[in-house]
T-cell receptor, first 121, second 112 residues
C-alpha cells in the first residue's frame, strides 16, 4: 500500500503479558518514529530509527519497552510485562530521506499510520 | 514543561465562517511547524506545514501563520465545512533527525 500500515489495529491483553506491535513504513522512507497517545493527551515521542539504528530512544518510558527495525523497513515495538498505564494508541510515522533535491516540506513531513489501540486489563 | 501548547481544548464554529486554531511554543530551536488533523480511530493526517524562514503558507482553504517573535502560530480554515470537524494537532521540530513535539490538540466542531 501507499501509506504507513500498523498491526494489529486493536489489542486487548492482560496485565503482565507481553505484546508486539508492528509498523510497515512507506516504501523508501528511511526514518521511522514511534509515538503514543494516552487518553486526553497529545502525542508522546517514544523512539526514532534512522535506517536500522535508533539514535534516539529517549522517549521510551521504561526498560519494559523496546523496539527494533530490520532491513530498514518494518519495525516492531515490544512491551514486556504490560501494565494498565500502557493502555494507549501507539502510532508509527515515517519520513522521507533527507536530501535528494527535495523541498524542505517534503523532506520534513512525517506520515502516520492508523495506530494500534492497546488496552491492558 | 510543555514545549508546544494548544490552550484551547475545543472550538465551535458555524459552517462557512473562519476557524482559527492557535498554538504557542517555547523552544526557540524549533524551525519547522506542522498541523495534523485527526479523526476518531484514525492516525493523524498531515495538513499543512511552515518553515521558520516563512511567515505564511497557504494551501486552499488552509493557511498557517507563523510569528517567530511571539513564538506563536495559527491555522486558519476558511470557509469552514462540517467535514473539517476533527482534532487538530500542532507540532514542531528542530533541524536534524528530531522527533516532532506535539501539542495536546484542539477539537474543532463545525456546525451546519
Amino acid at each position: 500500500g501507499a501509506g504507513v500500515s500498523q498491526s494489529p489495529s486493536n489489542k486487548v491483553t492482560e496485565k503482565g503479558k507481553d505484546v508486539e506491535l508492528r509498523c510497515d513504513p512507506i516504501s523508501g522512507h528511511t526514518a521511522l518514529y514511534w509515538y503514543r497517545q494516552s487518553l486526553g493527551q497529545g502525542l508522546e515521542f517514544l523512539i526514532y530509527f534512522q535506517g536500522n539504528s535508533a539514535p534516539d530512544k529517549s522517549g521510551l518510558p521504561s526498560d519494559r519497552f523496546s523496539a527494533e527495525r530490520t532491513g530498514g523497513s518494518v519495525s516492531t515495538l515490544t512491551i514486556q510485562r504490560t501494565q494498565q498505564e500502557d493502555s494507549a494508541v501507539y502510532l508509527c510515522a515515517s519520513r522521507h530521506k533527507r536530501g535528494g533535491g527535495l523541498t524542505n516540506d517534503f523532506k520534513e513531513t512525517q506520515y502516520f499510520g492508523p495506530g494500534t489501540r492497546l488496552l491492558v486489563l | 514543561d510543555q514545549q508546544v501548547k494548544q490552550n484551547s481544548p475545543s472550538l465551535s464554529v458555524q459552517e462557512g465562517r473562519i476557524s482559527i486554531l492557535n498554538c504557542d511554543y517555547t523552544n526557540s530551536m524549533f524551525d519547522y511547524f506542522l498541523w495534523y488533523k485527526k479523526y476518531p480511530a484514525e492516525g493523524p493526517t498531515f495538513l499543512i506545514s511552515i518553515s521558520s524562514i516563512k511567515d505564511k503558507n497557504e494551501d486552499g482553504r488552509f493557511t498557517v501563520f507563523l510569528n517567530k517573535s511571539a513564538k506563536h502560530l495559527s491555522l486558519h480554515i476558511v470557509p469552514s465545512q462540517p467535514g473539517d470537524s476533527a482534532v487538530y494537532f500542532c507540532a514542531a521540530s528542530s533541524s536534524g533527525n528530531t522527533p516532532l513535539v506535539f501539542g495536546k490538540g484542539t477539537r474543532l466542531s463545525v456546525i451546519a
